[in-house]
């Protein structure tokens, strides 16, 4: 005879069932079992298994989202084109780079005291402004 499931059991498979169906999205698959996240992330850190289980969701909702993308280029979205070669054309040389000028202005940071004429024109123009 197989092993008994008990109720961690049940509500483990109907986790990966509710993972599968909403793409991996935790919350959603949480809330459709009537569990908590950490209940869910406890499973996850204690039993391998279930891990590998929900690793392999993950790796399918990825592969979807993949052909979502891929789909979206070949219908001429040039936003997914561009995005696709950011991320896996780098190595073809499709990185965007910045480039930063230094500017050398010498500028003098020494402090400078305020006469007090200069410390009232200051405070009425704040008493102006606010």
Same mark, same amino acid.
């Given at each position: 005879? $197989?092993k008994?499931?008990?109720?961690t059991d049940?509500?483990?498979k109907?986790?990966?069932?509710?993972?599968?169906?909403s793409l991996?999205?935790?919350?959603t698959?949480c809330?459709? @079992?009537? &569990?908590s996240? =950490?209940?869910? #992330?406890q499973?996850?850190?204690?039993?391998?298994?279930?891990?590998s289980? @929900? !690793?392999?969701i993950?790796? &399918?909702?990825?592969? /979807?989202?993949? *052909? =979502? %993308?891929?789909k979206?280029?070949?219908? $001429? !979205?040039?936003? *997914?084109?561009?995005? #696709?070669?950011?991320t896996k054309?780098?190595?073809?040389g /499709?990185?965007?780079?910045? +480039? @930063?000028e230094?500017?050398?202005?010498? @500028? !003098? #940071? =020494? *402090?400078?005291? %305020? *006469?007090?004429? +200069?410390? =009232?024109? &200051?405070?009425?123009?704040l008493?102006? +402004?606010?």
């Amino acid at each position: 005879m $197989g092993k008994k499931l008990t109720k961690t059991d049940t509500l483990k498979k109907a986790m990966l069932e509710a993972l599968e169906k909403s793409l991996g999205i935790v919350t959603t698959a949480c809330k459709t @079992v009537g &569990i908590s996240r =950490q209940t869910f #992330y406890q499973w996850l850190k204690d039993d391998e298994a279930f891990a590998s289980d @929900v !690793n392999d969701i993950e790796n &399918i909702a990825l592969d /979807f989202a993949e *052909s =979502q %993308l891929l789909k979206q280029i070949r219908d $001429g !979205n040039p936003t *997914s084109t561009i995005f #696709y070669l950011k991320t896996k054309g780098k190595k073809r040389g /499709f990185v965007e780079k910045q +480039e @930063v000028e230094s500017h050398n202005t010498n @500028v !003098n #940071y =020494q *402090s400078v005291p %305020l *006469s007090k004429e +200069e410390i =009232q024109e &200051i405070n009425q123009a704040l008493e102006n +402004e606010f």
